[in-house]
């Protein structure tokens, strides 16, 4: 039986990103490499490339019901097939965790890119969650080029079916499950800020406020495919120093820990 507010990382993916890792982020100092080769050793590829997973995230809600974090690459034939590892693993993952599809009562994007939206549809283009609502920031959508192949894949199939919920700014989608808006990597991100109840700590679901541990390290290092690298890096900055204020744990999508401490000073001791 879950818990309610449980957060269980699930992997769809791991793979080598298609730009050098010291190509992605730009401006960081040997001393943030450094730092980063220590709070995450696994991301280190061959020569110079980046290793990174490709992660979702379910929430536990009463009833077996379950919110997702993300869905991952999806399928072969997913837009993310351009250059993410396809097909994900995600179906194998859920199953391992005794999550069904339609135990799956609400999808929160973290934003839109082929890598976080896989899973909208199957294998047989049909809806993989056939009993979820899809939660986007309006400005997320309103961001989104129609010629992404996002668009036909994602936005446009749950348009049509009334299944697509575009909320503005902070949002309370549940019982301790906030959606904070964390633009800057696109211009409608929002992270999510869950309350796993009495005894455990709160978790904060990143999405790509961060994408390498070098960001965890210094925040002020830039991405290379963010949006607005100055508005990605207030975003961070603010999230990482609540978690921190709320001695929560950080749920990343794409470091090779799912879990991992914000930097600053080590949190209360209290049990994960």
Do not use: K
Request: charged letters at 20%; proline letters at 10%; glycine letters at 10%.
């Amino acid at each position: 039986m879950n818990r309610h507010g449980q957060v269980v990382a699930l992997l769809d993916a791991t793979g080598i990103f298609f730009e050098p890792v010291r190509t992605a982020f730009p401006g960081a100092d040997e001393a943030a490499w450094a730092r980063a080769a220590l709070l995450d050793p696994g991301a280190a590829g061959p020569d110079g490339a980046w290793r990174l997973d490709f992660r979702c995230f379910a929430i536990a809600r009463p009833g077996g019901r379950w919110v997702l974090v993300d869905a991952g690459v999806g399928p072969a034939r997913s837009p993310a097939a351009a250059w993410a590892p396809v097909p994900g693993r995600l179906p194998d993952a859920l199953t391992a965790a005794g999550i069904a599809p339609a135990d799956v009562e609400a999808v929160v994007l973290t934003h839109l890119h082929e890598d976080h939206a896989g899973w909208t549809s199957g294998a047989d283009g049909e809806p993989f969650f056939p009993d979820a609502r899809y939660v986007v920031q309006r400005a997320e959508v309103a961001a989104l080029d129609r010629t992404d192949p996002v668009w036909d894949w994602t936005v446009a199939p749950l348009l049509a079916s009334g299944r697509l919920h575009e909320v503005d700014g902070n949002h309370r989608l549940a019982p301790g499950i906030t959606l904070l808006p964390t633009p800057g990597h696109t211009p409608g991100h929002q992270s999510v800020l869950v309350d796993q109840g009495a005894g455990a700590r709160d978790v904060v679901v990143t999405g790509d406020v961060l994408v390498h541990a070098v960001q965890l390290g210094d925040p002020s290092v830039p991405y290379s495919h963010e949006r607005d690298r100055e508005t990605a890096r207030a975003s961070r900055e603010a999230l990482l120093a609540r978690a921190r204020e709320r001695g929560a744990l950080l749920a990343t999508a794409h470091l090779t820990h799912a879990f991992v401490e914000p930097p600053g000073d080590a949190p209360p001791d209290r049990p994960c």
